[in-house]
């Protein structure tokens, strides 16, 4: 059973560009979440894909955008890169049943950005 | 708005010295104290859940336990496999999403 997938694993850009992450949640899950970690900090809550909607999001700029397709799989977008986008972004996946329930979220294995 | 702060910053032990790492937080609509494990460059990589004060559950050479206001990740006789960043999250269902708040982590070394 495969686990959450995220590609590419590393990436390098420079200032003022786009670019695109990919994730594939684990086998069974709806729900996707995207996460910013800058080195030596914890994860930092971009947002949160159910059912092809962002259901909630975190403090972070419009710049952030992101999709969910139908088969569950998700991308982030980042426009006009600034150096401080530098970080490790990770995708974690869970079955959303619904407000009033919580399930643990499963992490891949991050995609490294650097910007110059 | 949601804090969570995790404590020592890091830790350095020697094989078989036991010690504890601290998770405080404050937070409206808890849904879950969750630990994971995180590798050098990797992804987190899911430990426990904890749902209510009084709980504990264990793994291996690890046990967490909840209070009211704080968790605490135990490592037992540890082994120099047991070297990462111990990160603690909280769980909360806001609107109609749930998101995790993470603290800082704790960096563990164990040297043989």
């Known amino acids: 059973d495969a686990g959450v997938t995220q590609s590419p694993t590393h990436l390098i850009k420079t200032r003022g560009q786009q670019v695109t992450l990919r994730c594939s949640p684990k086998?069974?899950?709806?729900?996707v979440s995207w996460y910013q970690q800058a080195l030596g900090q914890g994860p930092q809550f971009i947002f949160q894909y159910y059912e092809e909607e962002e259901r909630q999001r975190g403090n972070f700029p419009d710049r952030f955008s992101g999709h969910q397709f139908p088969n569950y799989s998700s991308e982030l977008n980042v426009n006009a890169l600034l150096l401080g986008d530098s970080a490790l972004y990770l995708c974690?996946?869970?079955f959303g049943r619904g407000r009033s329930s919580y399930n643990e979220q499963f992490f891949g294995p991050g995609t490294r950005l650097t910007v110059l | 708005e949601d804090q969570v702060t995790q404590s020592p910053e890091a830790l350095r032990l020697q094989e078989g010295e036991s010690s504890s790492l601290n998770c405080s937080y404050t937070?409206?609509?808890?849904?879950?104290l969750f630990w994971y494990r995180q590798d050098p460059g990797k992804g987190p990589e899911f430990l426990f859940t904890l749902y209510s004060a009084g709980e504990e559950k264990e793994k291996e050479r690890l046990k967490a336990t909840l209070t009211k206001k704080e968790s605490f990740l135990h490592i037992t006789a540890p082994k120099p496999e047991d070297s990462a960043t111990y990160l603690c999250?909280?769980?909360?269902?806001?609107?109609?999403?749930?998101?995790?708040?993470f603290g800082g982590g704790t960096r563990v070394l164990v040297k043989p």
């Open positions: 974690a996946s869970s």
């Open positions: 999250a909280v769980g909360t269902i806001k609107a109609a999403g749930n998101k995790l708040t």
């Open positions: 937070v409206s609509g808890l849904r879950g």
């Open positions: 086998s069974g899950h709806d729900t």
